[in-house]
């Protein structure tokens, strides 16, 4: 508070002196530290440099000095650092940089290191903003206020290494009265990060409050003093928009530039510069300048530059004389930055931009380049209605060359990919970091069209996998579950590079699997037992030839080994092994029966390697047995089964063997692993196996592929609840009834009811309690008389022979409420007439308790009770004597019997007593 106070006499003490002057201005900064130092004021050292846009002349305050808010608590008054010396009262300070006539730039700059990682906000607050701004009650009252956020952070890619936004264009367009005025600041990051914009209020302190950097009070968009259209800013590209002003006077508007950092594939935003700008809108005879249009364009990079030459053209509607200039991250970039030129010239004028453009300029997002057309002044006046600007954005994508040669090769249920680096994977700033593989299950050959990177959704690929920078190849074995013989496999690869940038697609290649590898074709349980079961296996051999096994290459002894384990989580086990002296001695496919197994309780997996001279070459796929589970319910059974297999199963055969059959007999087919088995006998055992049909794609492997689960037997029974029937409540608060009706059972679902059970809970939060039984399945109405109390929930079930009940919700259940009632005379005689001898409750019902107490006139306590249904015949409760005629007060609290349970309510009032 002593420092707002400090503020505001200084604020009013100046104003007597000098008329005010700041219109706007923002804060930025450069890292200076040293990265590899341990020390954190030399790491976590940075250059701030204020800089203000001020009106200049002899009766307008100058600032020699300014103070910058550091965030971290400490503070330091800069000199200004801008401009000739000599020419102010300032001394040996420089006096600021001339702009034009009463228009002149400071800036201010000062070194201050950090003592480690955190979010520190910049500040900067003068108090004098310069007066009759229309959209700023009393701004010349107000302070101006900057600020910067400064994210100093060890996690996101060492943020700390970070320069903020910085502006090239100077605020002081002219905006005209019913004409579009266009404005962009020519912010660029030289780091490369990416940029967005947002408006937000002008700044300044809380004169109430003290609080520092919060919006004016009262302070309004420029669009929104005159009713003047739409203010607005692009957030991409910082273009502001005010279509159209209407009246005249000088505006101020802020907008936060935020930077943004790809990390880690995710995008961080490192902080923002807040700039605080001026417009100044007059009425204008002229139109501003138009610019030709310019297209956007995008180009690959490569080992060899590739040059972009653009001409830019402008026109003057007046032909007055023109200047063009030109900012963005083009011309801050790694050498070689790009160029640009354009000569003063009357009516058009011409640009022309040129970049040669290498590897280290890919960038995940375009590189934006401003160009601004202006009319060259007339006067001095920095302000002139006759000097107008109009901008542009042409936007430049450079995109990241694609990884070569991609090729691909079969080995087993495996294909193995392999690639050349791209031309630009080396690059100072940008390099490959990772490799991204896709792939296609048809044969799909396809080339990018111009500019386009990544792989898109439409090309129907799918990502299966990356690689770490340098490795250049990938073995894609479908996760391991292997891939599937007969499919084409298409496949490319992108080249990621360190800020997320896609390149172009590599060739794409096109692959089959090999007949180098066992297939499995039958996991057959043929006996159920616990101990006696027995499975049989058989499987296609490697084939030799183009599109088998190399012989030459993998040669002899051939080996084959087959492993059994109990699926899912068992060990594998080798249970057989075939050798072969030549291939030629290999049987096209091979069989083995696996007995002595638990195929009624377990399911089995089965895999076969391939060993050339003695080392390993392939591994079938694994394929499991047919397990199949049975779900008894009433009078059904449900059957599912389930399987793991490198073939399609399109058909299931289901088999059944009932009470009173002595075979299997085929009772459906089903094309999904489920069936549900009707109409049978609750009670009795029904036994089932299923069979099926499947064939792989590939037309050279035998088909169909029959194999049958194990035997599986169980019981219907009943399990089903009957259904809920919908319950309906009347009650009467008078006489204390309660009736509730329901519907007799549905055939369709309570079939087997047997009874009814009526339960009750005197409030809603209770527990509900049986209350009674009904056998008579006719009886739909039970009512209740005389009760005390109607408040409660009811809710009937349905009990079927099974003992299986309906489940208590909401269309079975109904709740009613009491309505409690209690009244207190306003008059009594205690004279024993015989009449209202007694003060006593008129009415009372559904009431609990109530806790009563009587006072006299002067505040005595002379009566209290709890009983609802007491009788005061009129003694006092000290003496014992009868109380006098008068006034007596009461208070009572009446707890009243609810359905959300004991609810309690006040009254107060007042009686007479007469003799």
């Not at 391991?480 to 298409?490: D, M, Q, T």
């Not at 036994?687 to 794609?697: D, F, L, R, S």
């Not at 169909?704 to 194990?710: A, E, I, R, V």
């Amino acid at each position: 508070m002593r420092q707002l106070l400090y503020i505001l006499l200084f604020l009013g003490n100046v104003l007597c002196l000098f008329a005010t002057h700041n219109r706007g201005g923002e804060i930025t900064y450069q890292y200076i530290g040293n990265p590899y130092s341990s020390n954190p004021y030399e790491k976590y050292k940075y250059l701030f440099t204020i800089t203000v846009y001020m009106n200049d002349g002899e009766q307008v305050a100058d600032r020699c000095y300014d103070t910058l808010y550091f965030g971290d608590g400490t503070s330091a008054v800069v000199a200004r650092t801008n401009g000739p010396t000599g020419i102010c009262d300032c001394g040996n300070i420089p006096c600021g940089q001339l702009l034009c006539t009463g228009y002149k730039i400071n800036t201010y700059t000062v070194t201050h290191s950090y003592g480690g990682p955190g979010n520190y906000l910049v500040r900067m607050y003068d108090p004098m903003r310069n007066v009759g701004v229309l959209n700023i009650p009393n701004s010349g009252d107000q302070v101006f206020y900057i600020e910067t956020l400064l994210n100093i952070s060890d996690v996101f890619n060492k943020s700390y290494i970070n320069n903020s936004p910085q502006f090239k264009i100077i605020p002081r367009d002219f905006a005209c009265i019913g004409k579009c005025w266009v404005f962009n600041a020519g912010a660029y990051d030289p780091d490369g990060d990416s940029l967005s914009y947002e408006l937000t209020e002008c700044r300044g302190i809380d004169k109430n409050t003290g609080q520092i950097g919060v919006p004016i009070p009262g302070y309004a968009y420029p669009n929104q003093i005159g009713n003047s259209g739409t203010f607005s800013i692009n957030p991409a590209n910082g273009m502001v928009t005010w279509c159209s002003p209407t009246l005249q006077g000088e505006y101020n508007f802020a907008f936060k530039v935020y930077e943004w950092r790809n990390v880690n594939g995710q995008w961080k935003r490192l902080g923002y510069v807040l700039r605080d700008i001026q417009i100044v809108v007059g009425v204008c005879l002229n139109n501003p300048p138009v610019f030709q249009s310019i297209s956007d364009t995008c180009v690959v990079a490569g080992i060899s530059p590739v040059t972009i030459n653009k001409t830019i053209l402008a026109t003057d509607p007046e032909g007055a004389s023109l200047e063009m200039e030109s900012v963005g991250t083009p011309y801050t970039v790694a050498s070689p930055t790009a160029n640009f030129s354009a000569t003063p010239s009357t009516g058009t004028i011409t640009g022309y931009f040129s970049w040669n453009i290498q590897c280290q300029h890919i960038k995940k997002d375009p590189y934006m380049v401003i160009f601004r057309v202006s009319e060259k002044p007339t006067s001095s006046d920095c302000f002139s209605k006759n000097t107008l600007s109009t901008y542009t954005v042409f936007n430049i994508r450079v995109l990241a060359p694609p990884p070569k040669n991609l090729t691909s090769t079969p080995i087993g249920n495996s294909i193995v990919l392999n690639w050349n680096h791209s031309d630009c994977a080396v690059n100072p700033k940008n390099p490959v970091v990772e490799y991204w593989i896709y792939r296609k299950d048809s044969c799909d050959i396809r080339t990018p069209s111009y500019c386009e990177s990544g792989v898109p959704a439409s090309w129907g690929y799918a990502y299966i996998g990356k690689t770490l920078y340098p490795a250049t190849t990938y073995t894609d074995n479908n996760n391991g579950a292997g891939l599937v013989h007969g499919i084409n496999y298409s496949y490319i690869v992108l080249a990621i590079h360190r800020d997320g940038a896609q390149s172009i697609a590599s060739n794409a290649v096109c692959q089959q699997l090999k007949y180098d590898t066992p297939i499995i074709m039958n996991v057959d349980v043929q006996s159920t037992s616990t101990n006696a079961g027995n499975i049989y296996v058989r499987w296609m051999n490697p084939i030799a030839g183009t599109n088998g096994l190399d012989t030459l290459l993998y040669t002899a002894p051939y080996t084959l080994k087959v492993y059994e384990k109990i699926y899912p989580n068992g060990s594998y086990n080798l249970i057989n092994t075939f050798n072969y002296s030549y291939f030629a001695a290999m049987p096209s496919t091979l069989s083995i029966n696996s007995t002595t197994l638990n195929t009624q309780n377990n399911q089995y997996e089965y895999k076969i390697e391939f060993y050339s001279n003695n080392s390993l070459l392939t591994t079938s796929r694994p394929a499991t047995s047919v397990f199949l589970k049975t779900i008894p319910n009433d009078r059904k059974i449900e059957l599912q089964w389930n399987y793991t297999v490198p073939w399609i199963n399109t058909k299931h055969y289901v088999y059944r063997k009932g009470p009173s059959d002595v075979s299997f007999n085929l009772i459906g087919t089903t094309t999904q692993p489920y069936f549900k088995d009707t109409v049978l006998v609750n009670k009795q055992t029904y036994c089932y196996k299923v069979q099926t049909e499947g064939a792989y794609t590939d037309p050279f492997v035998p088909k169909p592929l029959l194999n049958f689960s194990q035997e599986k037997c169980d019981v219907p029974t009943d399990k089903t609840a009957p259904c809920a029937s919908s319950l309906s409540i009347t009650s009467n608060c008078e006489n204390g009834r309660v009736e509730l009706k329901w519907n007799k059972p549905l055939q369709k679902c309570n079939d087997d009811v047997i009874k009814y059970y009526l339960y009750y809970k005197p409030t809603e939060e209770d527990d509900f309690v049986v209350i009674d039984s009904i056998f008579n399945l006719n009886d739909t109405v039970f009512t209740f008389d005389n009760i005390t109390s109607i408040a409660g929930c009811f809710a009937l079930v349905f009990i079927d022979s099974a003992g299986n009940k309906s489940p208590i919700n909401s269309s079975n259940t109904a709740c009613t409420d009491n309505c409690p009632e209690f009244e207190l005379p306003n008059v009594v005689t205690f004279n024993d007439d015989g009449v209202n001898d007694f003060f006593m409750a008129i009415k009372v019902k559904y009431v609990k308790d109530i806790d009563l107490k009587i006072y006299n006139r002067w505040g005595q306590l002379v009566y209290e009770t709890k009983d609802p249904y007491f009788k005061w015949n009129g003694s006092v409760r000290q003496t014992g004597q009868r109380c006098s005629d008068g006034t007596y007060f009461y208070t009572c609290i009446v707890n009243e019997i609810r359905l959300k349970g004991i609810i309690p309510r006040k009254l107060k009032g007042y009686f007479q007593v007469f003799r």
